[in-house]
């Protein structure tokens, strides 16, 4: 069905030198971000790379954002604009996976497999299958208590990581007091 689409779409393009030329630029540069993005993840993860990476995966989003924004201008009113925002949108940096996720924060075993089982989601806690750690922050810290196995020091712990991606758990303040006090006595 997608392929369908993309081939009406192709089709009403006018496809002239100068917007194939384009379109061409773009997927080059933009290829060439994801190939330095792939190169960086291949690095052991420590603290120092995993702030380095959040701060690439940051700089390479901007950078695929502005180079659509530059490309699109030039196709302003022709058909090729649409098809550009649609390829800038599927060649955007990739999401940071589950497993890179917790080799980069070192989370314990007990964490790491409640994300993986997370992939296929949890009934009892209402929550649809995790593809990437940011899919989490959909939820609330009460339905993610929901999930079994996961109790507050995990909670904890995934609030620890998320924290340091700069992300925040919906409702995660009343239990941080918690353990301000738990873990401060």
Known sequence: MKFIKEEKLLSKMKQTPEALDILIAFLGETMDIRERERGFYA??????????????????????????????ARLEGTPERSYLKRLAGEYAPVPMDVEGFIDMYKLSTRTANILFNLKYGSKNAGIQEIKNPEDLLK???????RVKGLGTTT???????????????????????????????
């Open 43 to 72: 690095l052991p993860a420590d603290e120092q790379t995993s702030k380095a990476q959040k701060a690439l995966r940051a700089d390479l989003k901007a950078r695929v954002v502005a180079l659509s924004e530059q490309y699109s």
């Open 155 to 185: 909670l904890h712990e995934l609030d620890n990581a998320f924290q340091q991606e700069g992300w925040q758990i919906k409702g995660i303040e009343r239990y941080r007091e918690k353990w301000e006090k738990r873990y401060n006595e």
């Open 139 to 145: 939820y609330t810290a009460k339905q993610l208590l």
